[in-house]
């Protein structure tokens, strides 16, 4: 199971290769709305959606979203790791 620190290195990983941001990076933090700030469009949203799917090895429920904050990048995350402990088993 990935942590939400995790899987936000990761997304912003992606991000940053994606679109090709280089030394750009630094600016994304876990309040920037990736849809807003024109960072990505629909279609790179979904790409996002399905390479954090792969990343964490699951399909991620968008049935009980936060419309306010899936798009920011702390929000998507927290989503996605929230996603993935549910899925651990209880000992």
Do not use: N, Y
Request: proline share 1%.
């Amino acid at each position: 199971m990935m942590t939400r620190e995790e899987i936000t290195a990761r997304v912003r990983q992606w991000i940053t290769t994606h679109k090709q941001l280089g030394s750009d990076a630094g600016g994304l933090e876990d309040g920037t709305d990736l849809i807003a700030s024109g960072l990505l469009d629909s279609f790179d949203f979904v790409q996002l959606l399905a390479f954090t799917e792969q990343l964490v090895g699951s399909e991620i429920d968008l049935s009980d979203i936060d419309v306010d904050s899936f798009t920011t990048l702390g929000g998507f995350c927290a989503h996605a790791a929230g996603q993935t402990q549910s899925l651990t088993p209880s000992a």
